[in-house]
């Protein structure tokens, strides 16, 4: 059986995590009693940007935005979501 975890009263966040961030949770807690988390109403968080894109690209892009009938915004972040994904994907093969 593992140890039963004591957890102090914080006097502010910065207290708290770098309490977390010492702990090893591996010496309270078994892998089995962890549950997958769902957090259905957490929406990630966006930020404006603003990029410089040549012409003949956005034009490309809207078009093929207007053929899917999507915002050309979407298309762009569909694509570099696309681009990440397989960067990651062949750096982890790469290991």
């Not at 708290?16 to 807690?29: C, G, P, T, V």
């Amino acid at each position: 059986m593992k140890k039963k975890i004591n957890i102090p009263k914080f006097k502010d966040e910065d207290a708290e995590r770098d309490y977390w961030s010492k702990i090893n949770l591996s010496d309270y807690f078994e892998s089995a009693d962890f549950r997958p988390a769902a957090f259905p109403e957490l929406k990630p968080s966006s930020r404006s940007i603003s990029i410089r894109i040549p012409e003949f690209m956005l034009i490309r892009i809207k078009e093929q935005a207007n053929e899917l009938n999507i915002p050309y915004q979407s298309l762009i972040k569909k694509y570099i979501a696309q681009g990440i994904v397989e960067k990651t994907d062949r750096a982890c093969k790469q290991k």
